[in-house]
Nanobody, 123 residues
Framework: QVQLVESGGGLVQPGGSLRLSCAASRSIFSSSAMGWYRQAPGEQRVLVAR???????NYADSVKGRFTISRDNAKNTVYLQMNSLKPEDTAVYYCNANGYSYSGYARSSYDYWGQGTQVTVSS
């Protein structure tokens, strides 16, 4: 029922830019914190950037000042603008949505993932 679809990945030279997009299901987007994670071969998946439902952001130190996360609630879409890309940014980038759903007095958490989009930074 819930879908997250990433787009915008590709091959870029060092110093270049890419903009990733993640379109999420309307049913959960506005209430979710949205994040971008990345995973390089042989590495753990790590947080790149996160934005809360009310617009607060945080970034990994490695991307601070270079990447910007934003969200458009009207379009149910989160973006990751990546500038000054470096070879070490090469990874599969995954979109994440997490939050809580409510039913009466019950609350349950959710954590959804997209399928990922490849970003390769190479000369």
């Amino acid at each position: 029922q819930v879908q997250l679809v990433e787009s915008g990945g590709g091959l870029v030279q060092p110093g270049g830019s890419l903009r990733l997009s993640c379109a999420a299901s309307r049913s959960i987007f506005s209430s979710s914190a949205m994040g971008w994670y990345r995973q390089a071969p042989g590495e753990q998946r790590v947080l790149v950037a996160r934005i809360t439902s009310v617009g607060g952001t945080n970034y990994a130190d490695s991307v601070k000042g270079r990447f910007t996360i934003s969200r458009d609630n009207a379009k149910n879409t989160v973006y990751l603008q990546m500038n000054s890309l470096k070879p070490e940014d090469t990874a599969v980038y995954y979109c994440n949505a997490n939050g809580y759903s409510y039913s009466g007095y019950a609350r349950s958490s959710y954590d959804y993932w997209g399928q990922g989009t490849q970003v390769t930074v190479s000369s």
